[in-house]
Each structure stands twice: as structure tokens, then as C-alpha cells.
């Protein structure tokens, strides 16, 4: 067994502080050859002796002895080969994500950048599936320090889009364009004059034609497998790349990194 897949598979059983530093080792493109324990101390913000009684804990006898199994760990992997099962669903992501990417433009997310800066609050709302992709979204903005929250019943979303202002932001999130809880709620939103943002698959439906701006991903349901249809995919890698762009915010970052850490110790 490899240094890596060690510290894999007992992750569960480290301590929070452990589990950090596991965590940035484990980490791909993480640079280790040239880095000191002192500074991995400081990236990780855990103690030198707490990384040294790590390194024993995995059964090396120090930090450099550390640094040199993981660089070999990762020398003498092999690739492995791909069942065509595997090779089906990869092919299958590596579309939508491409097809994705093309009708994306930066231009247009540093917009939606600055409208998420510029908002006092910040309402998402989904149904089904949509709506877990909402939830996940509200989550990862509460996590960076924005007021953001998501409704996912559809009288709450009611009563939610019924007390926007002008100074909320508001996100749809409907893949056919044409969910009917999402409209009404968008439809209360742009009466009380709130920026309006739709995301969907599908160009000009009811929901665009509500909103300010629309965020369009490729319908994942134009490809040809009618046995595997995940239609958050693209949204969820939409939702990805604004998260990378908000955490170029350096206070973003901060707020982002103390609720890891916190979540970690905690639990």
C-alpha cells in the first residue's frame, strides 16, 4: 500500500487537526518537494509538533521522510484502465462540460460577480432537483459571508419572492425554463424590482424572457443516452466556476477558509 492510499483510507480515523493536514497532502498539485514543516504549518494552521506526530502516526519517521514516500506514492502510480462503462460516462461529462464552456463567457460571470457584490441579499429558488442545486449554491455563498438563503417549497417560495426588494438578488434555477413555481416566484421578484437572474438549458423560454440576465448550460438531455441523464451536471459546474471567481475576494477567502476549518475541528 502506497503513503497516499494509507492516508486515505484511515482518514476517518484522524483527528481534526490531522485531518487538515491530511487534506492539503492529499490535495492534487499541491507543492511538497521544496516546503518546510514550518510553512505547512502555516498553511495548514496547525503546529510543527502536531505534523510531526502526524508523520510517525502514518509510519514515517519525520517530515522530509514524509515528503519523500508521497513523491515516490506518486511516482510509481499506474494509470488504470478504463472499463467501457467508465469510459461511457466520462465521455458522457466531458460533452456537457465542453458544450457547457462554449456558451459561457467570462465577460458575463464577472457581471454576475458584481451584481452577487453589489446585492444586499441574495434569494435562489428550484424545485426537484433544481432544488438541491439551489440549496448546495445558498450553502457555499453562506459559507464565504454572504446573506443568502433558498426556498425550495413552493409557498415558501411564494411568500418569499412576495417581500423582495430592489436592492435582492434573485436566481432561478430551471433547466426547461418553464418551471411554473420558479416563474411565479421570478415574476413576484421582478414586480418588487429586484435584479433578476435565470438559469436554464433553455434559451427564450418563460423564465429568460423574465429575467435581467440569463445563465444558459447545455440541456444534458440533447445527448444521446437516454439511460444516464444528470441534468444539474452543468449548473453544477456553472455554480462551480462563479464560486472560484467570488473566492478571488480575499475576505470571501478568509470567510470561507475559518468555516472549513471549524466544520473540521468540529466534527
Given at each position: 500500500m502506497s503513503l497516499r492510499e494509507n492516508i486515505e483510507q484511515n482518514f476517518i480515523r484522524f483527528s481534526p487537526k490531522e485531518k487538515l493536514i491530511a487534506t492539503y497532502l492529499l490535495q492534487e498539485n499541491q507543492p511538497l518537494k521544496n516546503i518546510s514543516i514550518q510553512h505547512l504549518s502555516t498553511l495548514t494552521n496547525v503546529s510543527p509538533a502536531t505534523i510531526t506526530r502526524f508523520c510517525r502516526k502514518i509510519g514515517c519517521d519525520s517530515f522530509v521522510d514524509l515528503k519523500i514516500q508521497l513523491q515516490a506514492s506518486e511516482n510509481t502510480e499506474q494509470p488504470i484502465e478504463s472499463e467501457p462503462i467508465f469510459s461511457t460516462v466520462s465521455q458522457y461529462y466531458n460533452r456537457?462540460?465542453?458544450?457547457?464552456?462554449?456558451l459561457l463567457s467570462e465577460t458575463q460571470l464577472r457581471r454576475m460577480i458584481r451584481l452577487i457584490l453589489e446585492a444586499n441579499r441574495i434569494v435562489i429558488y428550484g424545485v426537484g432537483s433544481s432544488g438541491l442545486t439551489a440549496r448546495e449554491m445558498a450553502i457555499r455563498f453562506s459559507r464565504m459571508g454572504i446573506n443568502a438563503t433558498c426556498e425550495t417549497d413552493s409557498h415558501?417560495?411564494?411568500?418569499?419572492?412576495?417581500?423582495?426588494t430592489a436592492d435582492d438578488l434573485v436566481i432561478g434555477i430551471s433547466n426547461s425554463g418553464e418551471?411554473?413555481?420558479?416563474?411565479?416566484?421570478?415574476?413576484?421578484?421582478?414586480?418588487?424590482?429586484?435584479?433578476?437572474?435565470?438559469?436554464?438549458?433553455?434559451?427564450?423560454?418563460?423564465?429568460?424572457?423574465?429575467?435581467?440576465?440569463?445563465?444558459?448550460?447545455?440541456?444534458?438531455?440533447?445527448?444521446?443516452?437516454?439511460?444516464?441523464?444528470?441534468?444539474?451536471?452543468?449548473?453544477?459546474?456553472?455554480?462551480?466556476?462563479?464560486?472560484?471567481?467570488?473566492?478571488?475576494?480575499?475576505?470571501?477567502?478568509?470567510?470561507?477558509?475559518?468555516?472549513?476549518?471549524?466544520?473540521?475541528?468540529?466534527?
Open positions: 456537457v462540460l465542453q458544450k457547457t464552456a462554449d415558501m417560495m411564494i411568500i418569499s419572492s412576495t417581500i423582495t418551471t411554473k413555481e420558479v416563474i411565479h416566484a421570478l415574476t413576484n421578484a421582478k414586480r418588487n424590482q429586484a435584479t433578476v437572474i435565470a438559469v436554464s438549458s433553455i434559451n427564450g423560454g418563460t423564465l429568460s424572457q423574465l429575467a435581467n440576465e440569463t445563465l444558459l448550460v447545455y440541456n444534458s438531455r440533447f445527448i444521446n443516452n437516454e439511460q444516464f441523464v444528470n441534468s444539474q451536471f452543468p449548473i453544477s459546474f456553472l455554480f462551480d466556476i462563479l464560486t472560484l471567481m467570488l473566492l478571488e475576494n480575499p475576505d470571501y477567502r478568509r470567510n470561507m477558509q475559518k468555516t472549513i476549518q471549524e466544520i473540521t475541528q468540529n466534527h
